[in-house]
């Protein structure tokens, strides 16, 4: 089944429908924990905030959240019977202060400009905000906050011409089960019917998956404007769930033994499919690999150990190099084979590599460390940061920066 809309969003009525019905069903839920506490960040209780504006996360744009001048956030609502209630914004929880007539209030510290989960924490009870978007995150449903960021339009909606997102299925003979694919196509795709397009396979973090770079990421916008301005080319993008259980036997974690469930789902199922149901290059130096934190380190293994099938890897903000638990002392000879004893033959292999990181990411000096090495080595890696820390905002000027190197 293809799922689509002319502005680039596959968020259609099916999905706008259950959204609705999914936020009820938080509310009731959340509302019967908290002693049937009432929200309605949506309504003003008579009060009006000047100089705010609504994020465009919100569902109502005349309710809250608000955005004010300095980035800082306005949180707003009602639960008359509940005790305690705080906003979990980016990991720092506000205590809200509440009123006689049971409307609770707090305003955030300024944040920076980004896309920023936040939950409600009622009575100790921990739910998406009914008065916002939802998006699948954290390994569970979150509310979230965009809050712009000057000189970054070509995130937003342009008056350009805009490709297609399709949702599809494809049955996976690894897990024997139907799996979900996003597919961007540009704007060209079904008018120029003999042209074959280079592929990128992008890779979400963990917790999330193949919505992630659609609505959160905001790819097809990215795409859209870059191609409209000439600075990137062409190319089908697709965005994979490259959450895979791992079998019995075939180990785990950042290790090319640890991605062999995964290589053989996106070797074995998903290219195939891909291949068969579009038009899209079916050689090394036509596809790409990509991805962020845990899609980084699947985007490096798979990539680099398999340079007959990818010739263009990036990795954003991967905790492979150090940063998170359980990584330390890497090996980059060990980890990928020939990249510093047969710097030559490797580097002939790719077209591009490429790395990034947010500057206030606990990987970015781990980071830092190893693209220094790889570079002082010979190896052809090209790296940036961007402010931030682990984070969309960051992830989204990553890919801006790739897309615009691919296929040259």
Same mark, same amino acid.
């Given at each position: ?112 400009? /980004? ?5 409600? !924490? %009622?009575?100790?009870? @921990? ?6 978007? &939802?998006?699948? +995150? ?91 301005? /000439? ?5 089908? !993008? %697709?965005?994979?769930? @490259? ?6 036997? &075939?180990?785990? +974690? ?155």
């Amino acid at each position: 089944m293809l799922l689509y809309s002319k502005n680039n969003s596959y968020i259609c009525g099916i999905k706008s429908i259950y959204n609705m019905i999914k936020g009820h069903s938080l509310l009731l839920l959340a509302g019967l924990m908290a002693c049937n506490a009432a929200f309605a960040q949506g309504q003003f209780g008579g009060q009006t905030l000047p100089n705010s504006v609504a994020p465009v996360t919100n569902i109502n744009p005349n309710g809250y959240p608000r955005l004010l001048a300095d980035n800082s956030v306005a949180f707003r609502l009602r639960a008359p019977e509940a005790k305690n209630v705080q906003i979990d914004l980016c990991g720092r929880k506000y205590d809200m202060n509440r009123s006689e007539d049971g409307w609770w209030s707090v305003t955030s510290q300024p944040q920076v400009p /980004g896309f920023h989960y936040y939950s409600l !924490v %009622v009575d100790g009870v @921990s739910t998406a905000d009914p008065a916002s978007e &939802s998006f699948y +995150g954290c390994s569970r449903w979150s509310s979230a906050i965009e809050i712009p960021e000057k000189g970054c339009d070509v995130f937003e909606t342009q008056q350009v011409a805009h490709g297609r997102v399709s949702e599809l299925r494809y049955f996976s003979a690894y897990t024997e089960s139907w799996r979900p694919v996003l597919v961007y196509t540009p704007a060209s795709y079904d008018k120029d019917i003999d042209k074959v397009y280079p592929v990128v396979y992008i890779h979400h973090g963990g917790g999330e998956d193949h919505r992630g770079w659609v609505e959160q990421g905001r790819v097809a916008n990215i795409m859209d404007n870059l191609i409209a301005q /000439g600075k990137a080319k062409e190319m089908v !993008v %697709v965005c994979v769930n @490259s959450n895979v259980p791992a079998k019995a036997g &075939s180990g785990g +974690g950042y290790s090319w033994e640890g991605m062999q469930s995964y290589k053989t789902e996106l070797t074995e199922n998903i290219l195939p499919f891909i291949e068969k149901n579009f038009r899209v290059g079916k050689d090394a130096r036509h596809r790409a690999i990509c991805g962020l934190s845990m899609g980084g380190g699947q985007s490096f293994y798979i990539g680099l150990r398999m340079p007959e099938l990818f010739a263009n890897v990036a990795l954003f903000s991967t905790g492979i190099f150090g940063g998170i638990a359980g990584s330390s002392n890497f090996d980059s000879e060990k980890e990928i084979p020939g990249i510093y004893s047969n710097t030559t033959g490797f580097n002939k292999n790719l077209d591009t590599f490429f790395i990034s990181c947010g500057e206030q990411d606990p990987r970015i000096n781990f980071t830092r460390t190893i693209v220094s090495q790889m570079q002082v080595k010979g190896v052809k890696v090209r790296f940036a940061s961007y402010p931030g820390d682990h984070e969309w905002q960051v992830w989204r000027k990553s890919f801006n920066e790739y897309a615009q190197m691919l296929f040259k």
